[in-house]
């Protein structure tokens, strides 16, 4: 299993969910990914995008000026 992180900070919707889209199909089940994000959106954009495409959110939240969600890659 393998750790990714995604930097799509200053990117706007949807820009945001469908990099994290394109980079889910390349990772394999059970791999992680932290989505960096400056787009306010993408704190309930990628966690419902999650669980429509049977991936887990593992934490949401937000850092300073920034959205970070990390997710584990479902079967899906």
Do not use: K
């Not at 995008?49 to 000026?65: D, F, M, Q, T, Y």
Request: net charge negative; charged share 20%.
């Amino acid at each position: 299993m393998s750790h990714r992180v995604l930097d799509v900070r200053y990117l706007l919707c949807p820009l945001p969910v469908i990099r994290t889209q394109d980079t889910v199909a390349a990772c394999m089940p059970g791999d992680t990914l932290e989505v960096r994000a400056t787009d306010p959106g993408a704190l309930h954009d990628i966690p419902a995008w999650c669980r429509v495409h049977g991936h887990s959110v593992i934490s949401a939240g937000r850092e300073g000026g920034e959205v970070r969600v990390t997710l584990r890659v479902g079967d899906a």
